[in-house]
């Protein structure tokens, strides 16, 4: 199962808004509506951001939101902040029990 | 509050083996797949294996670059997680984290423990 691909690197100022793209196949995230986002922290532990490609976790900002068309998921960062600045990886269901991750994008504010 | 706590890293040899534990508490860990996911130096998320839930028969899946090496267990009656590693590659070197699997996403994670395969 390959990674799934992510740009390297993103960036946005204060208040905007940053865009990550997250590439599969028909046989991961285009065969699934299990696409989900996860940012880490230097250091820390990844955390879930993004569930079933649009759905978020009690306690996550509405600045954060999730979409997919096709074989291309998005995770889209609204009003950056400074806390915002991370990285991000997708991850998608591919059957069978399997999962599979993305490359991983580092978002600069 | 849910808690994920890894333990068992350390330096081992090439070739040599390994167990992970992962102690989890604040949730009832009977009603939950479980997985490992690891993270070499500088590099990316890599998902390693999956264990189901099913009170005592369960299924369990692997990454093809772990299969046949790494096998995932769990013991309901410690709310534990365990994952065996044997003939460890340098390439195994990473921050294994065991994490909460509520179906379609990993919801908790722990902190990580870090493992070096090295002579």
């Known amino acids: 199962q390959s990674a799934l691909t992510q740009p390297p690197s993103a960036s946005g100022s204060p208040g905007q808004s940053v865009a990550i793209s997250c590439t599969g196949t028909?046989?991961?995230?285009?065969?699934?509506?299990?696409v989900s986002w996860y940012q880490q922290h230097p250091g820390k532990a990844p955390k879930l951001m993004i569930y079933?490609?649009?759905k978020r976790p009690s306690g996550v900002p509405d600045r954060f939101s999730g979409s997919k068309s096709g074989n291309t998921a998005s995770l889209t960062v609204s009003g950056l902040q400074a806390e915002d600045e991370a990285d991000y990886y997708c991850?998608?269901?591919?059957?069978?029990?399997?999962?599979?991750f993305g490359t991983g994008t580092k978002v600069t504010v | 509050e849910v808690q994920l706590t890894e333990s068992g890293g350390g330096l081992v040899q090439p070739g040599g083996p390994l167990r992970l534990s992962c102690v989890a508490s604040?949730?009832?860990?009977?009603?939950?797949?479980m997985d490992w996911v690891r993270q070499a130096p500088g590099k990316g998320l890599e998902w390693v294996a999956r264990?189901?839930?099913?009170?005592?028969?369960?299924?369990?899946q692997y990454a093809a670059s772990v299969r046949g090496r790494f096998t995932i267990s769990r013991d309901d009656s410690k709310t534990s997680l365990y994952l065996q590693m044997n003939s460890l590659k340098t390439e195994d070197t990473a921050v294994y984290y065991c994490?909460?699997?509520?179906?379609?996403?990993?919801?908790?994670w722990g902190r990580g423990t870090l493992v070096t395969v090295s002579s």
């Open positions: 994490a909460r699997d509520s179906y379609t996403a990993l919801d908790y």
């Open positions: 604040g949730f009832t860990f009977t009603n939950h797949y």
């Open positions: 264990i189901t839930n099913g009170g005592g028969s369960y299924t369990t």
């Open positions: 028909s046989s991961d995230v285009g065969g699934y509506n299990y």
């Open positions: 079933e490609v649009s």
């Open positions: 991850n998608s269901y591919a059957g069978s029990n399997n999962f599979v």
